[in-house]
């Protein structure tokens, strides 16, 4: 089977982690390579979370840190869902692992203008890797088949009242990624808000054993505490969603979209406008996942985590 070759832009991040989990244990993908930016925690946190993960499932692709605050503003983190770690509630030991002595938007250039076949990039934080990207390298826009993001927010934020963190965190970087053309599938709220692990699938998750499923059931009763408290009946699985697309897209209900950031909004700064006016004359830049079918889905991520023995 032809697997899709992809880059994996992550801020680890408890959700960020299942997405690793996903990607690594699918048959579909071929992961080239890890970058990191900051985002639920400093850059120098998620760097460690990232290699720590890694080391823990078993995995060492090339791995470089990217950038350390947004490209316009202050770097705003989520230490209150995340924890001080960035990694909260199931500790992993120290690795010997080091991160590319170069920086992540060059270890993602090799790696797209060295593939023979486009290359996909799922970014699961905020989009500065590849707005800087975008901007410092435009060339390789030609080899990368698409962008599947967990970000944004249709009809809400998570962040503030308009904007999801992702792009609420650096939105002239989201408006670059929108705006470049390449094709874009996007896994905003409106889908991970319903792509939720309950309590009953956590137990489910413990019962089918092994060390990485036992590692992940700790790691997400810790994250969904504090969606708890947010009245969630169940821990969503954002970043996992922008990896599902890629492996089950059937199990997604989506709509095309004309997708626009805005970034100069005293209020509204990082909201995603979609256009779903039905005389829209805009062209759509982004596929939206706007449902899910949720025991599917949950199932993907217990099977992966099974894999892992
Ligand atoms: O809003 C949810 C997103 O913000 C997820 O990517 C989560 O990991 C945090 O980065
Ligand atoms: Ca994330």
Redesign the pocket.
Known sequence: MNKIPVIIDC?P?H??AIALILAFASEKLDVKAVTVTG??QTLAKTLCNAKKILAFIGKRPPLAAGADKPMFRELET?AEVHGESGLDGAALPETGYSEEPFPAVDLMRRVIAGNPQPVTLIP??PLTNLGILFTTYPEVKKNIARVSL?GGGIEAG??SAAA???IGVDPEAAEIVFASGVPITMCP?DVTHKALMTPSDLETLRKRGGRVSAWAAKLIDFYFQYYIRQGFAGAPM??PCAVAWLIAPEIFKTADYSVAIETRGRHTAGMTLADRRIWSRAKPNATVCLDIDRPAFIRLIIDACKSYG
């Open positions: 801020d991040g959700d960020d985002g639920n989520a699961t934080g967990m998570n962040w999801e963190f992702n709220l954002h970043d």
